[in-house]
Nanobody, 112 residues
Framework: VQLVESGGGSVQAGGSLTLSCTAS????????MAWYRQTPGNQRESVAS???????DYADSVKGRFTISRDNAKNTAYLQMNNLKPEDTGIYYC???????WGQGTQVTVSP
């Protein structure tokens, strides 16, 4: 299984970013995909997930601001992040929860 995250960057508070995650080595369409983040001083936490059938869940801290989606034809999951806050700063990872594997992550930095 290989996971490649991209799309991170530095933005000011209130800005937006869209993260992408391309997976290989799995039957992408049937696997739940989830986004996680590691923020400074905190444990890695789940941010959002989407099942193969499209059921979506969000952490309370990002509800209304983040949108997870997937394109099974491209083996890619996305995380649209709007109204970013400084506390969203961290490294963002994606993975199918059924597999114990992590990509390199992508850094998101939000300045006040």
């Amino acid at each position: 299984v290989q996971l490649v995250e991209s799309g991170g960057g530095s933005v000011q508070a209130g800005g937006s970013l869209t993260l992408s995650c391309t997976a290989s080595g799995i039957i992408f369409s049937i696997n739940t995909m989830a986004w996680y983040r590691q923020t400074p001083g905190n444990q890695r936490e789940s941010v959002a997930s989407i099942t193969g059938r499209g059921r979506i869940d969000y952490a309370d801290s990002v509800k209304g601001r983040f949108t997870i989606s997937r394109d099974n034809a491209k083996n890619t999951a996305y995380l649209q992040m709007n109204n970013l806050k400084p506390e969203d700063t961290g490294i963002y990872y994606c993975r199918p929860p059924a597999y114990i594997v992590w990509g390199q992550g992508t850094q998101v930095t939000v300045s006040p």
